[in-house]
């Protein structure tokens, strides 16, 4: 008999003797009536993991971590309000369940069973995932064991705050509701997790509201690695600015009383509080896991005897609310409901195409009002002097920081957030001025953590906000990359485009930077954000270009509801000359401000039939550094500025090499996982008759005079051109 099963018959026993574990009498402001709606959740809490797992052996069910030893999350669901939003542990079954009763119309066994066959029907994931989660309830769905979505937590904390002061067309949370974020004991761990508490205190230490309600739920082990014994409250019980409650998660009446304490003090401080539960763990971590492999038979059987609704059943009966009988009755009633709804669950329609599949990667578009712009008095406030100065060239980080001002003018809910991009106006000088122009509540100088700039940007999306976080070098966004990946990517694709976090993330990358920075500053690999489905990455070559791909990428975040990155290169930031000192050729004016450039819209320069050489970022301006050499051979060339690298523009760059002979591409990113292997692989496909690639080596970039020595120069492509097409008569 498997521990299920015997957890099962113990209970069936035990109630029926009267024979319960010891505890503390029923105390606190709980009334009879929801304590009884309690013990309901945590029964239908239990049968759906009973029939989880009997779905699974039958084939029908796909997902057995389960719930069971942690139904007290209910009293803390019913402590809370249904508006709410709440980031859940995935053991918290308990939670949703109660909090559907909260909310009228809600069909919570159907929809879970739904979820355990994976099916198509499933109103959260559409069949693509077993997770937790409802757009009805408030829970957006998390599929993180290791406490991710602990930063967009304390984010959208934040933005509870933000949008008291600037409220949003989009935003969704009421200006007196608190963030709910709970996980387990060993997920508390997790760097990921250690960043989102020291931010959360940091903030509040500083009186920034942030109503944020952490629940740790202890059931003292993450999968076979016990937690050490006081840990959690040694660890959490006197942090700086995080208030500290704790209750028995096996007592539903101290839980209630203790979440309804908590909830109230975030609520009405709006500083952020930590709730201590304690639970247990039954049947194991998931189906497949035996418990006693790892642990002594008599462990597994104390927590066991433990069984939270034994000491539910024991605090109704003391409390005079419900009978043993009854309990028994509930019970068992609820475990042949949940059997008969699998019944028909099982047989609903799954995903079986990869276009099913797809359908939600890319988010759907919403209507956003109409806006014409700022105004002519905003502007001449904002811009002052510059205004002038908009009529002479000027290099790309002026261009885009007055591409910023005019995005800020026009969309109040931009918010722009990271290291130094308030009062120091960026490490570049990038974002000079904003601060002044718009106020620290719209220029966010963060603590120095990139989890932490990121999940402030997905919280904030999820109120409303158009975040567009900066992260200071590429190599920076190797400390968070799974915050894109992992959470602001995925969430359109498990909610079945339900819930979205649209932002355009700014990082200065690439290399060729003189004298400076080597591997840490310097970073030219792409890889990472070409491989995450749906997302939008963008590298501007020029100050024009980049002026009116920003305003591109902001109206896909507003718009079309899309994570968007946005690479700029920083040896381009002061780039003034072109071929010889003071030339000013690679300047550009500032382009109107109704000017963009669409997404999968390629640059083409010059109509040369002999080569076209496809690049982007540096690789523009080195391309064009060598095309005296490359026309003196008697080659006649085009130059392709790809701009937009995911989704690589296929389309758009075969018209674009259309009628040429030769095709070059220039790759300042890795010859291995480079973006040349793409388009190499496209032209290959497509007919392409002579192709040849120059790319960086598979190397890191160094500091001093060999800083470029790994990557493509201008005598390199005119070498790899005159190699390719041949020296012309």
């Known amino acids: ?56 052996s039958a084939g029908q069910g796909f997902y057995t971590i389960g719930s069971s030893g942690h139904e007290g999350l209910a009293a803390v669901a019913a402590a809370l309000r249904p508006s709410d939003p709440a980031f859940l542990h995935y053991r918290d079954a308990a939670f949703q369940i109660q909090r559907a009763e909260q909310v009228p119309g809600q069909s919570v066994t159907w929809d879970m ?185 008599a462990e597994v059987e104390a927590d066991e005897a433990n069984d939270p609704l034994l000491h539910s059943a024991r605090l109704l009966r003391d409390a005079g609310a419900l009978s043993q009988q009854d309990a028994l009755e509930i019970y068992e009633a609820t475990n042949a409901r949940v059997e008969r709804v699998a019944g028909e669950a099982v047989t609903r329609p799954r995903l079986g195409t990869a276009p099913e599949v797809m359908r939600s990667l890319i988010p759907p578009s919403r209507f956003c009002k109409p806006d014409n712009g700022p105004e002519v008095a905003q502007r001449e406030a904002a811009f002052g002097s510059d205004l002038r100065a908009m009529a002479d060239p000027q290099p790309m980080s002026r261009l885009i920081n007055w591409a910023l001002t005019d995005l800020m003018l026009g969309h109040r809910e931009i918010v722009m957030m990271g290291e130094d991009v308030g009062r120091k106006g960026g490490v570049y000088g990038v974002t000079q001025k904003l601060h002044q122009r718009f106020g620290p509540d719209r220029m966010i100088d963060t603590l120095l953590d990139e989890q932490s700039i990121l999940g402030l940007a997905i919280g904030m999306a999820q109120n409303g906000f158009i975040p567009m976080p900066e992260i200071q070098f590429l190599a920076y966004l190797h400390n968070a990359e799974d915050q894109i990946r992992g959470e602001a990517a995925t969430l359109s694709f498990f909610s079945d485009g339900q819930y979205t976090n649209p932002m355009v993330l700014r990082i200065a990358g690439l290399g060729y930077q003189k004298g400076f920075g080597g591997h840490f500053h310097n970073d030219n690999s792409v890889a990472v954000l070409r491989d995450i489905p749906g997302v939008i990455l963008a590298v501007p070559s020029n100050g024009a270009d980049a002026a009116m791909m920003l305003r591109e990428c902001v109206r896909l975040a507003r718009e079309e509801q899309r994570v968007v990155v946005f690479l700029e290169p920083i040896a381009l930031y002061p780039m003034r000359d072109l071929h010889e000192t003071k030339d000013g050729g690679w300047m550009r004016t500032y382009p109107d401000p109704s000017q963009t450039i669409p997404l999968g819209q390629v640059g083409i320069e010059g109509d040369g039939a002999d080569l076209a050489i496809v690049t982007f970022g540096n690789g523009v301006y080195l391309s064009h550094q060598a095309l005296p050499r490359i026309a003196a051979a008697g080659i006649k060339a085009r130059i392709v500025d790809m701009r937009w690298l995911s989704p690589l523009p296929v389309q758009a760059l075969s018209d674009a090499v259309q009628g040429c002979a030769n095709v070059l591409i220039v790759d300042e990113t890795r010859h291995s996982g480079g973006v040349a292997e793409a388009l190499m692989a496209h032209f290959h496909e497509t007919g392409v008759p002579r192709l040849s690639r120059l790319t960086a080596e598979d190397s890191f970039i160094a500091t001093g005079p060999a800083y470029a020595a790994t990557m493509p120069s201008a005598d390199s492509i005119a070498q790899a051109a005159l190699a390719l097409v041949g020296e012309k008569p």
């Not at 026993?13 to 304590?35: I, K, N």
């Not at 509080?273 to 639970?279: E, K, N, P, S, V």
Request: charged share 20%; net charge positive.
């Open 1 to 56: 008999m498997d521990r299920a099963a015997i957890v099962h018959q113990n209970f069936l026993r035990r109630v029926a003797d009267g024979d319960f574990p010891d505890g503390s009498a029923p105390a606190g402001p709980l009334p009879d009536a929801l304590a009884v709606q309690l013990f309901r959740s945590g029964c239908l809490t239990r049968a759906l993991d009973r029939q989880s797992r009997a779905m699974q």
């Open 113 to 297: 069973l739904l979820s355990f066959a994976c099916s198509a029907e499933d109103p959260i994931s559409g069949g693509r995932h077993k997770v937790l989660g409802s757009k009805a309830l408030n829970i957006p769905p998390q599929t993180s064991t290791i406490a991710s979505h602990l930063p967009k937590a304390v984010g959208a904390a934040y933005a509870i705050g933000a949008a008291r002061r600037h409220r949003p067309e989009h935003a969704e949370y009421p200006e007196d509701a608190i963030v709910y974020c709970s996980f387990g004991d060993a997920s508390a761990n997790h760097s990921t997790a250690q960043g989102a508490f020291n931010t959360a205190g940091w903030t509040a230490f500083q009186s920034v509201p942030l109503p944020l309600l952490f629940a740790c739920e202890d059931n003292g082990i993450g999968i076979s690695t016990k937690t050490p014994k006081g840990w959690i409250a040694a660890n959490f019980a006197n942090r700086p600015g995080i208030k500290y409650f704790a209750c028995d998660g096996l007592d539903i009446y101290d839980t209630y009383a203790t979440a309804l304490a908590a909830a109230d003090y975030v609520r009405s401080r709006r500083k952020p509080a930590f709730l201590h539960i304690r639970t247990v763990r039954l049947y194991g971590h998931a189906g497949a896991d035996v418990a006693t492999a790892y642990l002594p038979k």
